[in-house]
């Protein structure tokens, strides 16, 4: 099967940066879409940031220009840099994939375990 990792969450001061990692393993075949969302408690999970294939990615208005989407398909590696971070990007950021697997070239839709962001002073 495909796993998803998440890391470079922690806890920031308002107007610093983190860079979050995914690493996509297993039974890849290839990946086709690759997102980063976010969850805060008692709120639905929101789309941050996303990219198909070597297209330029899309970002949520709250972010744009603050955050950059960047992908590394030879490593199967998704990362986000962020950038002027404010106490309202904290949250649970969870990278998510679409990916053909070589067990059934059918395409899966894959979730990290998430990796917590705190911005606080």
């Known amino acids: 099967q495909v796993q998803l990792v998440e890391s470079g969450g922690g806890l920031v001061q308002p107007g610093g940066s983190l860079r979050l990692s995914c690493v996509a393993s297993g039974s890849i075949f290839s990946i086709n879409y690759m997102a980063w969302y976010r969850q805060t408690p008692g709120r639905q999970r929101e789309l941050v940031a996303s990219?198909?294939?070597?297209?330029?990615?899309n970002y949520e208005d709250s972010v744009k220009g603050r955050f950059v989407l960047s992908t590394d398909y030879n490593k199967n590696m998704m990362f986000l840099q962020m950038d002027d971070l404010k106490s309202e990007d904290t949250a649970v950021y969870y990278c998510?994939?679409?990916?053909?697997?070589?067990?059934?070239?059918?395409?899966?839709?894959?979730w990290g375990q998430g990796t917590q962001v705190t911005v606080s002073a």
């Open positions: 990219v198909i294939g070597h297209d330029s990615p």
């Open positions: 998510n994939a679409k990916i053909y697997t070589t067990a059934s070239l059918a395409e899966g839709n894959f």
